[in-house]
């Protein structure tokens, strides 16, 4: 059985450019979260999707987007890249919420120069 | 929103020891406890997790304890091996006002070496 899958793994983009990142939940899960883990810190909530909606949202700007596909994958999006974006971006999926424990993917790892 | 504070950042035992982790927490709504082991170059691996109705759990060398009154919550890993070495978060989980679902915040981290 799968865990949860994220690609790339590693991506290097200008600041300026934009950028999509994918993740494909474990199998059996329907809920997927985003957040991103800077250099040395704890990860950061960026936004969750359930049923394809975003259900919940961290503080981030509105250069980050998502999307949630039937098959629950997900995407997220970051326009106008600026060098503090950099940083280890994770996918986590669950079962209707927090409460049955998340997995992780491995991330990616976003490099703006 | 919640805030989780982890301390401490970094922690250094010999193999065969005992290493404690706390972390507290502000949100007294937070109902669910997980703790993560993160090795490099991976995502988070959940380790170990409590729900608020629970005081202590345990889980062969791991063990995690709630203090619900004092919003704080410990991990405890006893024998150490240099295996453990790896940076370890502790979250909690607030749930949504009128909603069925919840959010994890992350506390900083603490990097744990255990040396042989």
């Known amino acids: 059985d799968a865990g949860v899958t994220q690609s790339p793994t590693h991506l290097i983009k200008t600041r300026g450019q934009q950028v999509t990142l994918r993740c494909s939940p474990k199998?059996?899960?329907?809920?997927v979260s985003w957040y991103q883990q800077a250099l040395g810190q704890g990860p950061q909530f960026i936004f969750q999707?359930?049923?394809?909606?975003?259900?919940q949202r961290g503080n981030f700007p509105d250069r980050f987007s998502g999307h949630q596909f039937p098959n629950y994958s997900s995407e997220l999006n970051v326009n106008a890249l600026l060098l503090g974006d950099s940083a280890l971006y994770l996918c986590?999926?669950?079962?209707?919420?927090?409460?049955?424990?998340?997995?992780f993917g491995s991330g990616t790892r976003l490099t703006v120069v | 929103g919640e805030n989780v504070e982890q301390h401490p950042s970094t922690l250094s035992v010999q193999e065969g020891d005992s290493a404690v982790i706390k972390c507290t927490y502000s949100?007294?709504?937070?109902?669910?406890f997980p703790w993560y082991k993160q090795e490099l170059g991976k995502g988070p691996q959940l380790i170990i997790d409590?729900?608020?109705?629970?005081g202590e759990k345990k889980d062969q060398r791991i063990a995690v304890t709630l203090n619900k009154t004092a919003k704080h919550f410990s991990l405890h890993i006893t024998e150490t091996q240099p295996e453990d070495s790896a940076v370890y978060f502790c979250?909690?989980?607030?749930?949504?006002?009128?909603?069925?679902?919840?959010?994890?915040?992350f506390g900083k981290g603490t990097m744990l070496l255990v040396s042989p």
């Open positions: 199998s059996g899960h329907d809920t």
């Open positions: 999707y359930y049923e394809e909606e975003e259900r």
């Open positions: 409590i729900r608020s109705n629970v």
């Open positions: 979250a909690a989980s607030t749930p949504l006002q009128n909603s069925g679902y919840s959010t994890l915040t």
């Open positions: 986590a999926s669950s079962y209707t919420g927090v409460r049955y424990g998340y997995t």
């Open positions: 949100d007294s709504a937070s109902n669910y």
